[in-house]
C-alpha cells in the first residue's frame, strides 16, 4: 500500500505536509520523536512545513491509529509508528533514549498479578527508566579521568 491510500484508507487525505511527516516515520533512523525532532528532520529537508502543522498531524496521525503518543517522564509528547506490536519501553534519564522490549515472562507476571486482584488487563504501558549503555560508559569514563 502506497502512502497515499494509507492515508485515505484512514479518512485523511494525501497533502504533502502529512505525506512528508508519514516518511520522516517511515524512512527514519530514530524510531521515537517528538514534534521539535520531526519540525528539525524537516527543516533539514529545507520543506516548509511549520511547527503548528507538525502538531496537527502528528495529533491526526494518532486518531487514526497511524502513530502511537507515549508521555515519558521528560513531559514532552513521542511518537511512533503503530505496528500493532505490544512492547514496552526503557528511558534513558540521561539522554533521553527510548528503547523498545518485549519479555513474555514480565507480560505473563502482569496478567496474574491482575488476575489475582480480580482485574482484567486490556492493555497497559510500561516505561522503565535509568541510564543506557552509551551514557553509562560515558559517566564511567568521566569518574576515571582527572580532570572532570
Known sequence: MTNIDELKSTGLKATLPRLKILEIFQKGTQ???????????????????????????????????????????????VYELDQGQHHDHFVCTQCGKVEEFYDAEIERRQHAVAKSKGWVVHDHAMALYGECAQCGAQRAACEQCEQC
Do not use: C, I, P, W
Open 31 to 77: 524510531r521515537h520523536m517528538t514534534a521539535e525532532d520531526v519540525f528539525r528532520v524537516l527543516l533539514e529537508e529545507r520543506s516548509d512545513v511549520g511547527l503548528a502543522t507538525v502538531y496537527r498531524v502528528l495529533t491526526q496521525f494518532e486518531q487514526a491509529g497511524l502513530l502511537m503518543r507515549s508521555n515519558f517522564e521528560s513531559g514532552k509528547a
